[in-house]
């Protein structure tokens, strides 16, 4: 799901989409929230650590593919403290059945113990202090802002980097422009939300190669030329 990767550059302002498309955008996440009013991150988690430890092991891998893992992993160390006692060579024991566990291990232990030199065992809120921990990039710290503490990031994955390509909604190509441009148009009501939706809509109805366009409940406001009639 995330993965470290460089800071994003400072993005020239996004212009305000005109009226007529600030209606059709307006009208895309009012049909998600109708559909889904309280989106839900896939990944499971039983507290903000434990979050950040999820989404971390989630870089290039599926989200069920780290719920396999993690359950036993979060029972005997859903701590810091617990992570950073069980060590490397046990975190990588539980989670080898995911993609690239030997680096996982190793960051997952080394940012649990940077949490407990640097902020007293805390997730801590903002983007920086997210970003300095070894495995954690914009997008990984984006997701743990918006599902542990509520705030209105836009954690652009693949599935958001071409759904707001193909809409369009915010075009862009990098994941950092497209975040930009999705903060300009999305309207501050459907902010917090906005990411989630995208994502489960990318997942499950406007995959990559065949997109599901006969159940989706937004076709009429798509402008991607190549539609089907998958169902």
């Known amino acids: 799901m995330a993965g470290k990767h460089s800071p994003a550059k400072t993005a020239a302002p996004r212009r305000r989409p005109g009226a007529a498309e600030a209606r059709r955008i307006e009208e895309i996440f009012a049909r998600f929230s109708a559909a889904n009013p309280e989106p839900k991150g896939e990944l499971y988690y039983t507290n903000p650590f434990t979050l950040l430890v999820a989404v971390v092991l989630s870089a290039q891998a599926t989200d069920?593919?780290?719920?396999k893992a993690t359950p036993a992993l979060f029972a005997q160390a859903d701590t810091p403290a617990r992570m950073a006692a069980l060590g490397?060579?046990?975190?990588r024991e539980a989670i080898k059945t995911i993609g690239l566990f030997r680096s996982k291990a190793?960051?997952?232990?080394?940012?649990?113990?940077?949490l407990i030199e640097r902020h007293n065992g805390v997730v801590p809120q903002t983007r920086d202090e997210l970003t300095a921990l070894p495995g954690v990039g914009r997008k990984t710290a984006n997701v743990v802002l918006n599902i542990a503490f509520?705030?209105?990031t836009m954690a652009v994955d693949t599935h958001i980097f071409r759904l707001s390509n193909r809409l369009?909604?915010?075009k862009g190509k990098t994941p950092e422009a497209v975040e930009a441009g999705l903060e300009a148009?999305?309207?501050?009501?459907?902010?917090?939300?906005?990411?989630?939706?995208?994502?489960?809509?990318?997942?499950?109805?406007?995959?990559a190669r065949k997109p599901a366009c006969n159940r989706c409940i937004i076709k009429d406001l798509c402008r991607y030329p190549a539609k089907t009639d998958e169902a």
Not at 64 to 67: D, E, I, Q, S, T
Not at 88 to 91: A, C, H
């Open 64 to 67: 069920a593919g780290v719920n």
């Open 88 to 91: 490397e060579d046990n975190v």
């Open 106 to 114: 190793k960051h997952v232990v080394a940012l649990s113990r940077l």
């Open 150 to 152: 509520h705030q209105p």
């Open 168 to 170: 369009p909604l915010a």
């Open 185 to 207: 148009v999305v309207p501050q009501a459907y902010r917090l939300h906005a990411h989630h939706w995208l994502i489960l809509h990318g997942r499950y109805i406007c995959k």
